[in-house]
């Protein structure tokens, strides 16, 4: 009987970390992550944090949407993870990107073809994945029409009014906070939103019986504070049903309906005019490019000679003025920001005298952080509440917004004006200081 032939072993199969490695190189100009492939092999600095890739499903999603936005929804959909601290992981990994653009290098376009060969040997090549189960906005018509707007408000407010009040202090305030005290152990989120709405109120100079108008009112905190603390007769918009309803069951429960009327209505709809103070807190940025000039011009009409309009609003500088494609396609549709500066410009445009401006982009990046804490505090709560794709957009949003403004690519400031009138001279507080002084009787 004839004996068998030898077996001949089969080769070896190489690692993918190694080739993945090499491929993403030549996006990225250099590995400024530690690369961790489903095989569970791993290439790259060894101090870097570590990207892992979970499944081929990871390197699809950035064949069939390169950049950012395929980034985000590969996090998202869990294909992609970073361990250790998401937002420096991030930083290098989106820092990286936006340095190099989303294509190979064109001085090396031979790496392109590499990176093709390399995923399909990886198995990566092949239909375009779903985008995750996460809501992503789908808005229909012409930006900032009054159904668009409403559309795009609805996809971000809307959530449910209990993941707000699971992510955000007893105020509902969802806005850049500020912090007076933040080496005292004892001052924290909280506190530091009571200490905005005391600044604006005192900015906006309110007293018992004067008219204010919030303009994108969110769940009320500043309407509420303005009417129990300072009596201030408040007229609250919002485009938000969750909003309205919320905002109108805590008026019933404080006692406040003679104060605070809160209605659903776009602010190109308010009726009314000669207000005592106008605010627009964090709203402006709904409000569109072409359409500012005009929502400027509204604010100015709305307000007597003598009043005073308080502009809460987040800026930013370069070629981007939207919030990128991850926070457009998952957050915010249809924002728009632009450099401080333009927009001083376009509310003396409107006739507005603009009297002070205040940065708080630093407050941004603690009140941002106060809030991912507790999403990763209580991060089965939010799961069990939205699921698991929902928190993962939101623990990216967190974390590259507190990127964003402690990198200085955002920020966001106080702007205080006043619709010219007669008495302009004896409403200007004598000194700045003045607005932060705590009124020791009301």
């Known amino acids: 009987m004839k004996p068998p032939a030898a077996v001949r072993p089969s080769a070896p199969v190489k690692a993918l970390a190694p080739r993945l490695a090499e491929a993403v190189e030549g996006y990225l100009g250099g590995m400024p992550v530690r690369l961790r492939a489903w095989d569970g092999s791993e290439a790259g600095p ?3 944090h570590t990207v892992v890739l ?5 390197l699809r999603r950035l064949l069939w949407q390169p950049g950012e936005l395929g980034l985000a929804q590969a996090y998202i959909a869990g294909d992609l993870d970073i361990e250790g601290d998401l937002t420096t992981g991030l930083s290098a990994v989106w820092r990286a990107v936006r340095d190099r653009g989303p294509g190979p290098h064109r001085k090396v376009p ?9 995923a399909l040997r990886c198995g990566a090549i092949g239909p375009r994945p779903p985008a995750p189960g996460a809501r992503q906005a789908r808005l229909r018509g012409r930006p900032h029409t009054t159904d668009r707007d409403r559309a795009a408000i609805s996809h971000h407010y809307d959530l449910s009014n209990d993941w707000y009040a ?16 933040p080496d005292d152990p004892h001052y924290g989120l909280a506190e530091a939103q009571h200490d905005k709405l005391e600044l604006i109120c005192r900015k906006l100079a309110l007293a018992p019986g004067t008219r204010l108008l919030d303009v994108g009112c969110g ?7 303005a009417a129990q603390h300072f009596g201030a007769r408040v007229t609250a918009v919002t485009l938000s049903r969750e909003q309205r309803d919320f905002v109108a069951a805590r008026v019933r429960e404080r006692g406040l309906d003679d104060l605070v009327k809160v209605h659903l209505r776009h602010y190109r709809d308010i009726t009314g005019a000669d207000y005592d103070a106008v605010c627009a ?5 709904h409000v569109g490019a072409a359409q500012y000039p005009a929502f400027a011009g509204r604010l100015h009409s709305l307000l007597r000679p003598g009043g005073r309009l308080l502009v809460q609003q987040m800026s930013r500088t370069g070629a981007a003025p939207g919030g990128g ?11 728009h920001m632009r450099p401080l500066g333009d927009t001083v410009s376009l509310l003396e445009n409107a006739g507005l005298d603009v009297w002070a401006v205040e940065s708080l982009r630093e407050h941004y990046v603690r009140t941002i952080a106060a809030w991912y804490a507790t999403l990763e505090g209580r991060w089965a709560d939010f799961v069990a509440l939205a699921g698991l794709e929902t928190a993962r957009v939101w623990r990216l949003y967190l974390a590259g917004g507190g990127l964003a403004f402690a990198e200085r690519r955002m ?3 106080q702007i205080l004006a006043v619709r010219p009138g007669t008495d302009d001279a004896a409403s200007m507080p004598a000194a700045l200081h003045d607005w932060y002084r705590p009124q020791e009787t009301r």
Not at 166 to 181: I, K, N, P, Q
């Open 411 to 413: 920020g966001v400031d």
């Open 110 to 118: 031979h790496r392109h073809l590499a990176a093709a060969l390399t």
């Open 46 to 48: 060894a101090a870097a």
């Open 281 to 285: 807190i964090e709203m402006g940025e």
């Open 166 to 181: 699971l992510l955000l202090d007893e105020s509902m305030a969802y806005s850049c906070a500020y912090w007076t005290r």
């Open 54 to 58: 979970r499944s081929p499903r990871a």
């Open 325 to 335: 494609a991850f926070i457009e396609s998952y957050i915010a549709p249809d924002m």
């Open 219 to 225: 769940w009320g905190s500043l309407s509420l504070h």
